[in-house]
């Protein structure tokens, strides 16, 4: 052997460990590097969890807001009809004939009034 063979030689451990320190500094590197993906997927599924609840509450919203638009229709046209029903039966109720009974009433009982305080 040589002394260039014995300077290989005696070089070889210590490469091999500076080998296996490279390989555990790797090896730990991605032990964090799961440990951080890991991490990343357990948020990723709450906010996937929190935009399904989002979804979720966004889409009762437009049902109720729905809701309430066919609620208001429904009374706008409830009283549009009451208060035509209404208008229709205030003039039917107050025609000349009925105008003509009621002043001949009030005269009528008028004039009783007149004549029974005369009598007292």
């Keep these: 052997m040589t002394d260039a ?7 070889v451990p210590v490469a091999l460990e500076k080998i296996l320190g490279l ?9 964090n590097q799961a440990a ?3 991490r990343l997927q357990v948020t990723s599924d709450r906010h996937t969890a929190d ?4 979804k979720a509450a966004d889409q009762r919203i437009i049902d109720q807001a729905n809701a ?3 609620t208001a229709l429904a009374l706008a046209l409830a009283l549009k009809e009451e208060n035509e029903t209404r ?3 205030a003039s039917w109720a107050w025609t000349p004939f ?3 009974l009621a002043v001949l009433g009030t005269i009528s009982a008028v004039i009783g009034v ?3 305080a005369r009598s007292f």
Aim: hydrophobic share 40%; charged share 30%.
């Design 5 to 11: 063979d014995n300077t290989v030689a005696d070089n």
């Design 23 to 31: 390989v555990n500094l790797l090896n730990f590197k991605f032990d």
């Design 36 to 38: 951080t993906v890991e």
């Design 51 to 54: 935009i399904a609840e989002l």
């Design 68 to 70: 309430d638009k066919e």
């Design 87 to 89: 208008r229709n039966n």
């Design 98 to 100: 009925t105008r003509f």
């Design 114 to 116: 007149f004549f029974g």
